[in-house]
């Protein structure tokens, strides 16, 4: 088997010289590849969980195909974001994928709120930054999606701190 069938693809470049453009540029696409599986079963996750909390139930099939349309709905518009975002270059990209990939808490927020569940309780810092994230949900960061983007999320952001300092070094 070969080294990338287990570990996945070499966006490092280890053993050949890559410049640090191609391993943002990779590391992205290995991120919006992650993401673009998980975004959408992280919605599903996120009603059912919220739902539980409120009832002590299971949700009933109603629910699920309302968490599952959500979640395909989100993935659409918050991968286009997030593509969007990871294609500009570097020095352009104002935010970061996270930032992105938060805004995708509408989508079980609106599912929560059709079905009258109230919003919870958040502490000051929740409420004042993520003033409509009623259920709390907000990730704070890639494995609070999925711990499959944790790796992915961590390169990519090396990656774009490589090339920034590359750039401000001046260094080819």
Known sequence: MAA???NGPDITGVGAHREPAEILAASASALLAVAA???????Q????RRWRDYTGEDPDQVLRTAAVDAGAAATVEIMGLLGELLGLDADAQRTG??????RAVAYPTMVLRAVGVPAVVRDD??????????YDLSPA???DIDEALHEPGLIWGAAKAHV????????R
């Open 45 to 48: 996750r996120s009603v059912e």
């Open 4 to 6: 990338d069938e287990v």
């Open 141 to 143: 960061n890639f494995a």
């Open 125 to 134: 810092f929740a409420a004042r930054n993520f003033p409509h994230d009623d």
């Open 97 to 102: 994928p996270l930032a992105v990939l938060r």
């Open 164 to 171: 920034a300092l590359t750039r401000r070094r001046g260094v």
């Open 37 to 43: 599986v998980v975004l959408g079963p992280w919605v």
